[in-house]
């Protein structure tokens, strides 16, 4: 089968591998294992970064190379007006050429995809929308557009469309998904964690207006300051890192807030089987996977109320819902410190991750083909 794949990632090509972000390809090396060739649209990378991006594993590989294009200023508008006729003929031979088609969506040329697969009814297809799927509000234009064309069954047509979380009044090739992390043969037993002595935080995740990074260093900040034994660990790099750096710096929190940078899957891993708590206020979501790697480890989630979060947590069962300002949450949590079965609420958690499994991935992989 050859099996085309439409996305906005960044790739780059070494040693005849081509590489792109870690936990995308990591999933579509899981589609790789039961098809027979990788078309890739997608636009090239400026830097490579071997930290965060790995090889595909599928030996056949096609990547048509096309430039990335914006709709965000005059000029982005006029650049994307000249490049958009390469970017669709190529999407157009892809398309031709593949057995299945399946689109990353939201984004640029995702949308362009969705646009074009109009012209290949006859051809199996899927969609995956890694966005928040169950709302309109603050989204661009591009989004909800997106949305509705993969929604619209008239001129979407044999295609299933993978969403985060169910969401009411769907039409029919609209199919509630997840995504996956770790084999079932990666579950070990969970380490005890003590809640009553100092407590460890970790931030994982682009240090960016999106994630407010400095949400959860004013949180933190604030159990501090009224005499909670606690540090955090970022991991990630970001354009919000030196006005990170400097809050830190200039508040003297440099013993409790610590920047770790990017860093591989096995020093995240290492620090969620240790920490006490992972703070995500993110601004948006799809399927948030570090909330489901944390609680894998039985590191229990405080996380913005975004797109299918809430379910992923029961409503705050299996962790701590956060929406305003972080000190005063931060108050707030202290007091649950102290009545909350902390240990209870991990446990959930750990249940509840450990039944969404790569190999539970994989097996729902294979009806979608």
Known sequence: MKFAIITHALHYQKKGQVFAYAPYVSEMNIWGRHVDEFIIVAPPAKQIDPVINIPYQLDTIRWSR???????????????????????????????????????????????????????PGKPKTAKYAGNWGTNKKQPWSYRFQKWLLGNTFLTRNMQVLVYGEWPNQSKNIRPFFTATYWDREKEPIIDRDYSGALRFVFIGTLSPGKQPSWAARFLETLVANGKNARIDFFGNGPEREDLENYISENGLNESHILNGNQPKEAVKKALKHAHFLILPSLSEGWPKVVA??????????????????????????????????????????????????????????????????????EEIKKLL
């Not at 398309?95 to 995809?113: M, Q």
């Not at 797109?307 to 949450?329: A, H, I, Q, T, Y």
């Not at 007091?335 to 450990?354: A, M, V, Y």
């Open 293 to 362: 790697e944390a609680m894998f480890w039985g590191c229990i989630p405080i996380v913005s109320p975004v797109s299918c979060v809430p379910w992923m947590l029961d409503d705050g069962k299996r962790g701590f819902l956060v929406s305003g300002n972080p000190e005063e949450e931060a108050k707030t949590f202290y007091e649950k410190l102290k009545s909350k079965d902390l240990s209870e609420i991990s446990q959930r958690g750990i249940e509840w991750s450990r039944y969404y499994t790569l190999d539970k991935f994989e």
């Open 66 to 120: 096309i430039p990335a294009f914006s709709l965000i200023s005059i000029i982005s508008v006029l650049r994307t007006i000249v490049v958009l006729p390469v970017v669709a003929i190529k999407i157009i031979r892809a398309f031709a050429a593949a057995d299945h088609i399946h689109l990353r969506c939201p984004g640029n040329i995702g949308l362009l995809g969705c646009l074009v697969q109009i012209f290949f």
